[in-house]
């Protein structure tokens, strides 16, 4: 196009960059090739880069920007050499021809509001921004409510001048950039009134797994600046892409409510300040449901047109209601990464081990060691340390996630500190019997799972070395591998892995990370007493009730979990807390009784219709439904564990239909688990009550041998591979098969043994669920063992 000073940004597109910059190229690109599909813009213009380079022709600049600059090649600082540039251009005029041009367009953008000074945001916008090699975003200024042709024009020179702030000088230099290779142009864009409503950001990916088929919105009170800057805890809210456009649902899958404590807003005599929000507006959400649904469709469609992941931000006028994207740019960070690696690790150095145990994961970290014996002490766990501690509950899991790997005295493959550190990918060492005692508080070591089963912790920072796997080489196999999974921040993470879907998620695992509260003391609040009362009304402060506290919490997270597979199935067993595991949860002591054995006693689906659980197992319900009906994830499967009788079946699943969830209808399916010997004898019977069967190998051993699973003294008999095991597995499978129903397994074994994942792949399993850290070597030993049936037949 033709060189000019001042465009409007109907006239400018993506590939105009090098005028406008990319800022101002990608409002062009919106406002022309968008209102189509119904995304609003707030109308502005651009001062190109020719108009820059006249004022600093005009003004004599250029030689003596550079003979400055190059003072940095002898020694000058930076400081010095960067305030002196600025202020030769703050002091410098802007020639009258732009000028007037620039009066000519602000009073076009009065005329189309009926304000004589309408308020603009004056953003500054580089030629070099958005380059796939180099994100020069936020390396100059920005001005808000900017009032009158004074300040537009003051705040276009201001913007002049940030071109060369500290940061961006040593940016530029860092990438081989000359000084004057990248020029500025500046947006005039009309505010939104987002100061008495709200504003944010929106993802079309998942920005921390890269996850591509979710759009993440935050959103904050007041504009939208407090939100890029990260200087305010936001709200969060994900939504599912690939349900937006389903008719009677509303995918959001999860919220997350931010603390939101200031909002920046206007000032009368122009700008921008920062003051305090309400309680109210802290309590409150920004967004309704179908605003953020709104927001959702516009990022689709902007990615769509970009072809490319995309960062949007977004405004709503709070005196209007109406909503607009005021800026989108392509995501620069997660569509870099290679979508089919994975990343494996080897020792590079041998040593004596001086502690071992059982090892989780295959990974490898070192760190010094922090020995902690109480989940309060946080504050005294430092980033990247190895924690080491006698045994984990939920309380730990902060510090968890800040440790570079875990080292335990008790537990074993599946004990919370297992379970948790799977999910979160750290490498962890358990059932040690003396890590608290032998290693020394301070002391560097290493922590080894790449080395099998057994897992290792070594004195001193080992050499090791990672490598990537292309997952692209994975065979494929008849015999559906899946992921046990019960952690919804990790959901994301594994979207990569070539996972048939989920073989079981756990929902105590939910209940006990997430939300905490025993779910009849969230049913019954008025039967705990005052202290337990009064921190569970604080627990569930801004939710409408504390059961819908409950239901909000587990349909989020099974949410995540199940749009991170979709459409691949994702089986969610109910709730299956033991009477003593429940007990401890908040409120719990209050509704549970005192069994001797509790392994054996009221546990699973003898639960969900007893009046001692009843409510509690309709919340549960509720949560389903809404996962299922209202955000429209009909992959989720619903499975009932610790099934001892045919009658308890039926009353289960009549339960169950009195809140609403009737099997066969919108296709759900309900499983049981094949844990007790009486689901094994009775197959046949079982499987014209339910739509599959799901092997517990943990408790099918210990209730065929009378082995406690948990006891040490007899952990030599605890064997899955046992023969009347393996002869009950291969029993359910014939007879399940032969009534049309499926049989998977979700224990702990297949992930350890590659044998006997073969032993069920001869047997015609339909389906193995595994950790994630294993998933890729099961599905190995699974396709070998596939091949060598083919080869016997």
């Known amino acids: 196009m033709s060189t000019t000073l001042v465009v409007p940004f109907d006239l400018v597109g993506r590939a105009d960059v090098a005028l406008v910059g990319g800022k101002n190229a990608s409002l062009g690109e919106l406002t022309r090739h968008l209102t189509y599909a119904g995304i609003p813009v707030p109308p502005g213009f651009a001062v190109t880069a020719d108009a820059y380079r006249l004022f600093l022709e005009a003004n004599g600049l250029t030689e003596r920007i550079a003979a400055e600059i190059s003072r940095l090649d002898h020694g000058a600082p930076l400081a010095e050499v960067g305030e002196r540039v ?11 021809e732009l000028v007037t041009e620039i009066a000519a367009f602000y009073r076009d953008l009065g005329a189309a509001t009926g304000d004589d000074e309408p308020a603009v945001a004056v953003r500054s916008s580089a030629t070099a921004e958005d380059l796939p090699e180099a994100s020069f975003a936020g390396q100059q200024e920005s001005f808000l409510n900017i009032r009158g042709l004074d300040g537009v024009v003051a705040a276009t020179q201001r913007c002049f001048a940030s071109l060369f702030t500290d940061r961006a000088i040593s940016y530029r230099r860092d990438l081989g950039f000359g000084e004057l290779d990248v020029a500025l142009s500046v947006g005039v864009q009309l505010m939104v009134g ?11 990916i998942d920005t921390e797994s890269g996850f591509p088929r979710v759009v993440l919105v935050n959103a904050a009170w007041g504009l939208g600046e407090s939100v890029v800057s990260g200087a305010v805890d936001p709200d969060e809210y994900v939504v599912f892409k690939p349900l937006l456009d389903e008719p009677g649902v509303r995918p959001v899958i999860s919220r997350a409510k931010g603390r939101k404590e200031q909002k920046v807003v206007y000032r009368a005599t122009g700008g921008t300040t920062a003051v305090a929000t309400s309680v109210e507006e802290r309590d409150a959400w920004v967004l309704e449901t179908e605003e953020i649904l709104r927001i959702a469709r516009w990022v689709v469609a902007i990615e769509h047109h970009y072809g490319t992941a995309v960062d949007v931000e977004w405004a709503k006028d709070g005196r209007t209601g109406a909503l607009y994207v005021v800026q989108a740019r392509p995501e620069t960070v997660q569509t870099r990464r290679h979508a089919t690696m994975m990343r494996t690790y080897r020792l590079r150095e041998t040593a004596e081990p001086v502690v071992s145990g059982l090892a989780v994961g295959d990974a490898i970290g070192s760190g010094v060691v922090c020995k902690l014996s109480s989940a309060a002490d946080i504050d005294a766990f430092p980033d990247g340390a190895v924690l080491v501690t006698g045994i984990t509950d939920p309380d730990w899991e902060p510090i968890m996630k800040k440790a570079a790997a875990i080292v335990t005295d008790h537990g074993g493959r599946t004990s919370h500190a297992a379970i948790v550190s799977r999910e979160l990918g750290v490498p962890a060492v358990v059932g040690t019997g003396s890590a608290t005692t032998v290693l020394a508080d301070g002391e560097p070591v ?6 099998g089963d ?14 990537d796997l292309d997952l692209a080489t994975i065979p494929e196999t008849r015999t ?7 952690d919804p921040a990790a959901a994301f993470r594994w979207w990569r892995l070539p996972a048939d879907g989920v073989g079981l998620l756990r929902m105590e695992f939910l209940v006990a990370n997430h939300i905490k509260v025993h779910p009849m003391a969230l049913a019954h609040p008025d039967r705990l007493d005052a202290p337990t009362r009064q921190r569970v009304e604080r627990m569930t402060h801004g939710s409408l009730s504390p059961a819908d506290y409950f239901v909000d919490r587990l349909a989020d997270g099974i949410a995540r979990i199940a749009a991170a597979h979709w459409p691949h199935p994702v089986v969610v067993r109910m709730s299956d807390f033991k009477t003593n595991e429940y007990a401890t949860l908040i409120g719990g002591a209050v509704f549970e009784p005192t069994e001797e054995n509790p392994m054996l ?7 969900y219709y007893s009046p001692g659980y009843r409510d509690g197992f309709a919340l549960e319900c509720r949560a389903i439904r809404r996962v299922r009906d209202e955000i429209g994830l009909q992959n989720v499967i619903v499975m009932i564990p610790f099934c001892r009788t045919l009658d308890e079946g039926r009353q289960v699943l009549a339960t169950m239909a009195d809140d609403g969830l009737i099997r066969g209808e919108n296709d759900l399916k309900v499983y049981v688990m094949a844990e007790i010997p009486s689901n094994i004898i009775l197959a046949a019977r079982f499987a014209e009550l339910f739509d599959g069967f799901s092997i517990g190998s943990n408790d099918l051993t210990q209730l065929t041998l009378g082995v ?19 002869w009950s ?6 007879l399940a098969h032969g009534a049309g129903v499926s049989v998977g397994l979700c224990g702990q074994r297949p992930s350890d043994d590659p044998d006997f994942a073969r032993t069920l792949v001869r047997a015609g399993i339909d389906s193995i669920s595994v950790t994630p850290d294993s998933l890729l070597s099961v599905i190995q030993h699974v396709a070998a063992a596939e091949q060598e049936n083919a080869d016997a037949a």
């Open 729 to 734: 597995i291969r029993r359910l499978i014939d």
């Open 86 to 96: 600025r202020t030769l251009i703050r002091h410098g005029q802007l020639p009258r």
């Open 446 to 451: 290493t922590v080894s799972c790449a080395e």
């Open 480 to 486: 559906r591998v899946m992921l046990n999974v019960a």
């Open 194 to 204: 987002a100061d008495r409503a709200g504003a944010g950001t929106a993802f079309s």
């Open 454 to 467: 057994q897992g290792h912790v070594y004195r001193g920072r080992l050499a090791y070395s990672e490598e």
């Open 708 to 726: 406690d699973r948990d006891s040490d003294i007899l952990a030599p008999l605890f064997d899955e591979r046992d023969a009347a095991v393996e």
């Open 601 to 607: 006693g009221w546990r699973g689906a003898s639960r």
